[in-house]
């Protein structure tokens, strides 16, 4: 069972940039992808990005395209989503997770994961 971490959340203003990290408890070998979903208040959980460290592909929800990057560092067995040029709409619970098939698409659909964290708050003031 792979246990997820997240970090880096917290107030920013518009305009600003967030880094979020994702640490996994167990080596890369349990798990082929970490991607990063969101949920504001009385709205459903959405796909943000993800990656397949294996493969190197990436994907994007349209929303976060040219602000957001996601990334991995397998030493670390930790991802890492930076985020840039914050808008108030980014303002969510952010929750990293994880899926055990080596899935030759990226994948969108959180019901996809296998593994998920607990989630840090971003707040973007406007």
């Known amino acids: 069972q792979v246990q997820l971490v997240e970090s880096g959340g917290g107030l920013v203003q518009a305009g600003g940039s967030l880094r979020l990290s994702c640490a996994a408890s167990?080596?890369?070998?349990?798990?082929?992808?970490i991607g990063w979903f969101r949920q504001a208040p009385g709205k459903e959980r959405d796909f943000v990005a993800t990656?397949?460290?294996?493969?190197?592909?990436?994907k994007y929800a349209d929303s976060v395209k040219g602000r957001f990057t996601i990334s991995f560092d397998n030493a670390k067995s930790t991802g890492f989503l930076q985020m840039n040029s914050l808008k108030a709409d980014d303002t969510a619970v952010y929750y990293c997770?994880?899926?055990?098939?080596?899935?030759?698409?990226?994948?969108?659909?959180?019901?996809?994961?296998?593994?998920w964290g607990q989630g840090t708050q971003v707040t973007v003031s406007s």
């Open positions: 990656i397949n460290w294996s493969r190197g592909t990436t």
């Open positions: 997770a994880a899926y055990r098939a080596n899935w030759r698409v990226p994948r969108e659909d959180k019901e996809d994961y296998d593994y």
């Open positions: 167990e080596g890369t070998f349990s798990y082929y992808g």
